[in-house]
T-cell receptor, first 114, second 110 residues
Framework: EPEVTQTPSHQVTQMGQEVILRCVPISNHLYFYWYRQILGQKVEFLVSFYNNEISEKSEIFDDQFSVERPDGSNFTLKIRSTKLEDSAMYFC????????????FGNGTRLTVT | AQSVTQLGSHVSVSEGALVLLRCNYSSSVPPYLFWYVQYPNQGLQLLLKYTSAATLVKGINGFEAEFKKSETSFHLTKPSAHMSDAAEYFCAVTGNQFYFGTGTSLTVIP
């Protein structure tokens, strides 16, 4: 069964550094998402992406964050200048259509900001 | 606006006992509802979904959920808990995006 893949599985970075989290969604999917989960807390929506543009973003997704689909397969999340509070699991997800089709999640990237 | 509320952040059951994880939803339109499971250090895996066909939905690993419009609920059940069911469970409803509940951590006691 096709799956969403995320790399790296774990990223350690220093505060103020830029990080890029990478995702390869399922190939025939059109809608892409990033979610964040701080340790022990709920899964929080960051951003959705469709037709090469952001569909919706949350309050968390401020100017430090950006997303890009640089080619036909990758979907990236960039954090320009990381803060300690950005430490979390970041999940990429994709679906072929909204509303009644489930999201398919990757296994996540654990970001640790020191 | 859509949202879900999961009652009980932690649930403990004995192995072989009934599992009941509660989810109530709020939606201005007929909802699409989902349950996901998260095992340690893994992503979220779909357990089951309700998309307005049958109100009783069967999922993987013996789980099922019943959509009750009158109670705005979509509780997850399993007749007999297994040790491998220990995980975090998330209820979700869709609108423009998926809205997740805060999660319920299930512990199974041998």
């Amino acid at each position: 069964e096709p799956e969403v893949t995320q790399t790296p599985s774990h990223q350690v970075t220093q505060m103020g550094q830029e990080v890029i989290l990478r995702c390869v969604p399922i190939s025939n999917h059109l809608y892409f998402y990033w979610y964040r989960q701080i340790l022990g807390q709920k899964v929080e929506f960051l951003v959705s992406f469709y037709n090469n543009e952001i569909s919706e973003k949350s309050e968390i997704f401020d100017d430090q964050f950006s997303v890009e689909r640089p080619d036909g397969s990758n979907f990236t999340l960039k954090i320009r200048s990381t803060k300690l509070e950005d430490s979390a699991m970041y999940f990429c997800a994709s679906t072929d259509r909204v509303l009644d089709s489930p999201l398919h999640f990757g296994n996540g990237t654990r970001l640790t900001v020191t | 606006a859509q949202s879900v509320t999961q009652l009980g952040s932690h649930v403990s059951v004995s192995e072989g006992a009934l599992v009941l994880l509660r989810c109530n939803y709020s939606s201005s339109v007929p909802p699409y509802l989902f349950w996901y499971v998260q095992y340690p250090n893994q992503g979220l895996q779909l357990l089951l979904k309700y998309t307005s066909a049958a109100t009783l939905v069967k999922g993987i690993n013996g789980f099922e959920a019943e959509f009750k419009k009158s109670e705005t609920s979509f509780h997850l059940t399993k007749p007999s808990a297994h040790m491998s069911d220990a995980a975090e469970y998330f209820c979700a409803v869709t609108g423009n995006q998926f809205y997740f509940g805060t999660g319920t951590s299930l512990t199974v006691i041998p």
